[in-house]
């Protein structure tokens, strides 16, 4: 399609943050909501954007994530809201796993300041934050490091994580979809993640709201499975309804003081 210097406006705002809602789009371009919706659909229908209930975002994969470095800019105030949301109900003097992501990064970040802590990970960038905090105990998987991101993957990383049970399980994921299956698109990470979910005594799912809806190749598990879930926007259908029929806990993480 041919777009106008609106549409390309609208096209790099979206780029920049990963997604956006239709009002807030609006509110950008100084347009009302039915400009928003035409150019929306017609960027959609070219395939530049990918629309889902209430707002727009670029389109994704279904079998390779985005880069690392730009992960850790999407939506990092709400990763920090919800990392913030989880730190507050960590109890000092816990075991826990934290998996492969930037939400878990975030979190890590988030519980520097707790005591006693003995922590399991598959993800050198949660070692090097953790290890920070003198009181807390460290454990790093073996297995084989990804460059990309410093995630350890393969059956030793699986192998390592079945010699335990944690109080808690704190992961993240890559998409969430409307079939309750939670997704990710490295089938090594995902069978670290689903020893990780057998072997924790309660897990909690870290997730901002840009993972409803987001496909990804290889199912991980399904939100039966989650105790918690802490995200930053209230999940719309059918998300709020699955969670409800899973009987899960959510937790929205709001601005803090």
């Not at 106008?4 to 239709?22: C, F, T």
């Not at 070219?46 to 994704?60: D, E, I, M, S």
């Not at 802590?117 to 009181?135: E, K, M, Y």
Request: one cysteine or more; hydrophobic letters at 45%; charged letters at 20%.
């Amino acid at each position: 399609m041919r777009s106008n210097p609106r549409q390309i406006k609208l096209l790099h705002a979206v780029r920049e943050h990963g997604d956006l809602s239709v009002e807030t789009l609006a509110e950008m371009l100084g347009v009302t909501l039915q400009t928003v919706r035409r150019d929306v659909q017609g960027l959609a229908d070219a395939g530049l954007l990918v629309r889902f209930h209430g707002g727009v975002r670029v389109p994704t994969s279904t079998v390779e994530n985005i880069a690392h470095t730009q992960r850790e800019n999407l939506h990092a105030a709400g990763k920090a809201r919800i990392a913030a949301a989880i730190a507050r109900e960590v109890p000092n003097g816990c075991s826990l796993i934290l998996n492969i992501g930037t939400t878990t990064e975030a979190v890590a970040k988030a519980l520097l300041q707790h005591q006693g802590l003995r922590v399991i990970t598959n993800n050198l960038n949660v070692a090097a934050i953790l290890s920070g905090n003198t009181s807390c105990e460290v454990i790093v998987t073996g297995g084989v490091v990804r460059p990309r991101d410093r995630g350890i993957v393969g059956e030793a990383t699986v192998d390592f994580i079945r010699q335990f049970k944690v109080d808690l399980a704190v992961i993240g994921i890559s998409g969430i979809e409307a079939d309750g299956t939670l997704r990710d698109y490295d089938y090594r990470e995902v069978k670290v993640a689903q020893a990780i979910i057998d072997h924790a005594r309660e897990v909690w799912l870290a997730a901002d709201h840009s993972k409803f809806g987001r496909p990804a190749m290889v199912e991980l598990a399904r939100l039966s499975q989650i105790n918690r879930l802490f995200t930053d926007a209230p999940p719309a259908p059918p998300f709020d309804s699955l969670l409800e029929a899973a009987g899960i806990r959510c937790t929205i993480a709001q601005d803090t003081p």
